[in-house]
């Protein structure tokens, strides 16, 4: 079972729907990464979260630490935000609390 | 803007060949990272460097080496390519907890 887990796998939305991707992780974390990777493979970091809530224009992120959670909320969806959305964490302690476990990633298609 | 750069984008090489993927960033992060991503998965790290003359394995066990001579430099190195190769390459560089990463090279080996 993978330490991180995202859903849905595949999301197609209308252009202009609210929108909401879901990560679960089962180890204790330092920090959570919100990442979108284009059809080219480059991949952006959207955010860095370790408590509460980010914003970024049309983007939200939120974690709850306690319940292991994280969403990431697109507002007024746009065909450009068509991407796979990746899930990545940082464990708190030990050897791996400098390396990133990913989720399979969320594949977006966004229709006008 | 992040400073990750990886060369080549694109690489088609045919099976034997030795063959060295480029990554260079300019932000001067020690840690660097390497990781294969297979189409519809998830990333997995195969190499990791904490500075200048340290380099590590990852969790997916890889055929490739990597060396790191220069703080700004990762280069990853196949001595003899196969058809298992054929993957996506990602560098990413961290300084603390944020990590920035490259494009991506996707190798095809036939």
């Known amino acids: 079972k993978n330490e991180v887990e995202q859903s849905p796998q595949n999301l197609t939305a209308q252009e202009g729907e609210f929108i909401t991707i879901n990560c679960s992780y089962s180890?204790?974390?330092?920090?959570l990464h919100w990442l979108q990777q284009h059809p080219g493979g480059g991949i952006v970091s959207l955010f860095m979260?370790?408590?509460g809530k980010k914003k970024h224009g049309r983007l939200i992120a939120t974690i709850n630490i306690q319940e292991k959670h994280s969403s990431l909320h697109i507002t007024a969806s746009h065909p450009r935000d068509s991407a796979v959305y990746i899930c990545?964490?940082?464990?708190?302690?030990?050897?791996?609390?400098?390396?990133?476990?990913f989720g399979k990633g969320t594949k977006l298609s966004v229709i006008p | 803007e992040a400073d990750i750069y990886q060369t080549p984008r694109y690489l088609v090489i045919g099976t034997g060949k030795k063959i060295t993927l480029e990554c260079s960033q300019t932000?001067?992060?020690?840690?660097m990272y390497w990781y294969q991503q297979d189409p519809g998965m998830e990333l997995h790290l195969i190499h990791y460097?904490?500075?200048?003359?340290?380099?590590e394995k990852g969790d997916l066990s890889s055929e490739s080496t990597v060396s790191r001579i220069r703080t700004e430099h990762f280069p990853l190195t196949l001595e003899s390519a196969r058809p298992s190769h054929t993957s996506q390459y990602l560098c990413?560089?961290?300084?603390?907890?944020?990590?920035?990463f490259g494009q991506g090279t996707r190798l095809t080996v036939v």
């Open positions: 990413a560089s961290s300084l603390y907890t944020e990590a920035f």
């Open positions: 180890v204790g974390i330092s920090a």
């Open positions: 979260l370790s408590s």
């Open positions: 990545a964490v940082r464990a708190d302690s030990g050897a791996g609390s400098y390396q990133l476990t």
């Open positions: 932000m001067g992060h020690d840690k």
């Open positions: 460097s904490y500075g200048v003359n340290s380099t």
